[in-house]
């Protein structure tokens, strides 16, 4: 710690000093949270950054003038070494009478309160950091969801929390705080704020990829943007954890629930506190209303490789993408085959297409066991796919790696949902189609997933299946091109080398029915798949059995037709039958041995007459 | 494979279609429905081995098969819908003349009951043309009904042996029954059968009525003649509504859920074939 950094550092009392809040999954750039709070901040505003937050968030308030209240001091001088100027200790210790323009509490109320000194409790803390906003400033608060996706899926359960930093739980059976947006909207209006625009935060509510107004999301459970971006934000979120159930899966089960906002993880809400109208005029820069228009429907941080944030934002025309922060492309590894695919965020700049998302749809029918609405939607991606191709059959850019999770369905119209996705050389048309389908064939299996096809179809022979659906005869050896296109292409977006492709592909090409899926180990799917292999067991038990049966049944038969053989042969009529061609049966085997040597004769002479 | 799989060709009409050709066609992984039905789309008293797929012919069957807890149970379409595809014009639709009248057949190990004379003067009371008998191999064989329909002025045919335990399956059964079907412009029965529904779409008016000869110790299982007049009344009769006819027929057959080749060669077990071609 320089001078310079002790000089930055506020010590009112009540440090933790042997303790750090600081999260350690970081988003590139403070991911979705810094660009929402990037856009509530105006230019020269003051800022508080009431609890932990990414220091990335500090990079991206540099516009305006920021203050940090920590209860660490190790993270207190972390930041310090960034510039900020840091206040260590409890609520408490916030300078009395200074007040701020925006005051942002994204880490929640708990993470601001010390275990030093006494407590304010979940009320208390928040009706010190109002105290805190200026009369027309902008609060933007975190709340954690005790019902949340990722407390459903959690294989420990809340109350039994043994991290350092359960030294209390709070939890829902305590009253003195909110539990949802609206009991936290009760609670700021109590506390003499105006309630604006929730976010709800997807997949963690400490490094939220997605972030989606929550209104929106209430009243659009069919968008198939949101379907992919809870999907998304889920599936990648959950890494390889171990956990109950598939935190995607419900995810988007609470969106067509109309509970995406009420399931998610956590909530970001914003309020403003009404402007003193004996103060005057708000100061100059103007800050945005909660319920400011230009705010975006959605804030996504999407796979890799990383385009930064990735905004929807709704306008006269409906809505569009917008692409904010920095483009960044990783490097290639050293020993990176050509890149078959990249990210273009120059592709994000027109409307979001409407529609409800292909895989949705898929999976329904499946479920439905309905083949008539399988075939209706399977011809008309495989017509929406031809229709693009040029004259050789090929397909490039986006809809070249349009699988059935990135293509919505609106009518008879089919659209890429996100373009920024984008082959770098066009590939077959039949190749595309089979790698959706393989994709969507796996993700079914693997899933566990009721279907209307019999359990003896590997991956491959699904995607077939499917192929003949759609209205084309797929072949293996064009799923297995699939197959080798989607190592080729995940090996890209991955910055994988070649050695890495080949392994994917082989690991790829291993794919059984009977395995749980990709992704995290869920102990519902884990079950699921061994239920899948008892199954298959006892298939290939009963099928031994019955040829066994058979077998044995067969053998009579033939013992039947030999003993039945051997009479006739003994039989007065056989013998005199046989006597009587046994002349033309010498005839015809002397026949053969003479054509035989003739034919030995002339292999002889032929080299011969060649090397003449 | 289940020795069923063979009943009237079946096997080796799928063979052809799947681009196998004419020979042996190979093992089925998994039991084809042999024949329309009102149960579970597979024969009651067959040996089934668990979990081993059900390949069967329409959606209602599927459906029913696993109300009654078959798993594995996949709808493909009836193999007589395959034929109409290998063979949608041959031969060239000849004048149609007359109708086919299928006399309900038990199989052999059943009899049935019930008055031929009778059944043959109510023939002769509704067809407005000449008749073709098309009798079960089972009833050709028996010399004193064959010529009950022979005296009646009928033609009297067989379509051939559906074979049993793989012997003496005639491959071209449901061939010879598609040529038959398409020089009639009536097909009629006393009982709502295969043939019937293959009749329909092979382009026939369809009838059905008579005394439907109850079959001695039939199995009541599923509701037997009475439910299937009760559940398909608008077949019955000795004229019928022809397109509603042919959309039940299309239905029941499966027709919308004939598999491409390379499909049905991946649900039949013959993606990847292990054995040896045996080409007789």
Redesign the interface.
């Known amino acids: 710690m320089t001078t310079e950094t002790a000089a930055r550092i506020a010590l009112p009392g009540g440090e933790m000093l042997a303790w750090s809040d600081l999260p350690e999954q970081r988003l590139p750039d403070g991911g979705p949270l810094a660009a929402l709070a990037a856009r509530v901040v105006p230019a020269g505003a003051r800022v508080l950054l009431a609890g932990p937050h990414d220091p990335a968030l500090l990079t991206r308030l540099a516009h305006a003038e920021v203050t940090c209240l920590l209860r660490s001091h190790p993270d207190g001088v972390a930041l310090a070494d960034r510039g900020a100027r840091v206040v260590v200790g409890g609520p408490a210790g916030l300078p009395a009478g200074e007040t701020f323009d925006v005051v942002i509490a994204a880490a929640g109320l708990d993470a601001v309160e010390s275990v030093e000194g006494p407590r304010l409790g979940w009320d208390g803390v928040l009706d010190r950091l109002v105290r805190a906003l200026r009369p027309g400033g902008t609060l933007l608060l975190r709340l954690d969801n005790p019902l949340g996706v990722q407390r459903l899926v959690a294989t420990a359960p809340w109350y039994a929390d043994r991290a350092d930093s359960a030294w209390t739980v709070g939890g829902v059976l305590d009253t003195g705080r909110p539990a949802n947006p609206e009991q936290l909207r009760a609670r700021l209006a109590g506390a003499g704020l105006q309630p604006g625009v929730c976010f709800a935060a997807y997949p963690d509510p400490n490094a939220a990829t997605a972030l989606v107004a929550a209104d929106e999301l209430d009243r659009r459970p069919t968008s198939g943007l949101f379907d992919a971006v809870l999907h998304g934000a889920c599936a990648d979120g959950a890494g390889d954890a171990t956990v109950l159930q598939d935190p995607a899966r419900l995810a988007v089960d609470a969106l067509h629930a109309g509970l995406g906002s009420a399931l998610a993880p956590g909530w970001l809400l914003l309020a403003r506190r009404p402007a003193d109208p004996d103060a005057g005029s708000a100061p100059a820069g103007g800050l945005p209303l909660t319920d400011d228009p230009a705010l975006p429907v959605a804030l996504v941080q999407t796979g890799p490789p990383g385009i930064g944030v990735v905004e929807v934002v709704d306008g006269p025309d409906g809505w569009r993408w917008r692409v904010t922060g920095r483009v960044s492309r990783p490097e290639p590894a050293p020993f990176a085959t050509r890149e078959v695919a990249y990210r273009d965020a120059g592709a994000l700049d027109g409307p979001v297409p409407e529609g409800r998302l292909l895989r949705t749809l898929l999976l329904d029918a499946c479920l439905r066991?309905d083949?008539?609405t399988l075939?209706r939607l399977l011809r008309g991606y495989a017509s929406w796919l031809a229709a693009g191709a040029d004259r050789d059959g090929r397909l490039g850019g986006a809809v070249a790696l349009a699988g059935t999770d990135n293509v919505v369905v609106a009518g008879d119209d089919h659209a890429v949902l996100d373009p920024s996705w984008r082959a770098a050389a066009p590939l077959d048309v039949d190749v595309v189609l089979a790698r959706g389908l393989w994709r969507f064939a796996a993700a079914l299996l693997t899933g566990g997933y009721a279907h209307?096809?019999?359990?003896?179809?590997d991956v491959a022979?699904?995607t077939?299946?499917l192929?003949?659906?759609a209205?084309?005869?797929?072949?293996?050896a064009t799923v297995d091109a699939a197959i080798e296109a989607e190592a080729a292409v995940s090996a890209a977006l991955r910055g994988l080398d070649a050695d890495g492709r080949v392994r994917l592909a082989t690991e790829l090409r291993a794919v059984e029915p009977t395995d749980p899926p990709a992704g995290p180990r869920s102990y519902q799917q884990l079950r699921e798949a061994w239920v899948r292999q008892r199954?298959?067991l006892?298939?290939l038990a009963?099928?031994l059995?019955?040829t066994e049966?058979l077998l044995t049944s067969r053998e009579r038969?033939l013992r039947r037709a030999d003993a039945t053989i051997n009479l006739l042969s003994g039989s007065l009529s056989y013998r005199v039958g046989r006597l009587a061609i046994t002349p033309a049966r010498l005839a015809k085997r002397g026949a053969r041995a003479a054509k035989r040597r003739a034919r030995q004769a002339l292999d002889q002479r032929g080299p011969r007459e060649e090397q003449q | 494979m289940h020795h069923a799989n063979h009943f009237y060709g079946h096997a080796h009409v799928l063979a052809r279609y799947c681009g196998l050709g004419d020979g042996h066609p190979p093992r089925i992984n998994g039991y084809v429905q042999h024949g329309w039905n009102i149960g579970d789309g597979l024969a009651p008293g067959h040996p089934y081995a668990e979990f081993t797929p059900s390949l069967l012919w329409s959606e209602q069957t599927r459906r029913r098969a696993w109300s009654v807890g078959r798993r594995n149970v996949v709808t493909v379409g009836a193999p007589f819908s395959y034929l109409l595809s290998l063979r949608p014009d041959d031969p060239p639709e000849p004048a149609r003349e007359g109708t086919i009248w299928y006399p309900f057949h038990g199989w052999e190990g059943q009899h049935v009951k019930g008055d031929h004379k009778e059944l043959i003067a109510r023939i002769r009371a509704t067809e407005p043309g000449p008749v073709t008998v098309c009798l079960y191999w089972h009833e050709y064989g028996m010399r004193r009904v064959r010529r009950l329909y022979e005296h009646a002025g009928f033609r009297v045919i067989c379509h051939g042996y559906r074979g049993h335990w793989w012997k003496d399956t005639d491959p071209l059964f449901l061939d010879q029954q598609l040529t038959e079907l398409r020089r009639h412009k009536r097909v009629a029965s006393n009982r709502l059968t295969s043939a019937i529904f293959y009749g329909i779409a092979a382009g026939c008016e369809p009838a059905v009525y008579g005394d439907p000869m109850i079959l001695s110790a039939e199995d009541p299982t599923f509701g037997g003649t009475a439910r299937i007049r009760r559940q398909w009344p608008e077949l019955h009769g000795e004229s019928v509504d022809l397109p509603t006819a042919v959309e039940i027929a299309r239905a029941e057959l499966g027709t919308d859920h004939r598999c491409t080749p390379a499909e049905l060669r991946e649900l039949l077990g013959w993606a990847n074939l292990q054995e040896e071609r045996v080409d007789h």
């Open positions: 066991r083949p008539d075939r209307p096809w019999p359990s003896t179809l022979g699904l077939v299946v192929g003949g659906l209205g084309r005869e797929l072949d293996r199954e298959e006892t298939r009963a099928l059995k019955w049966e038969a």
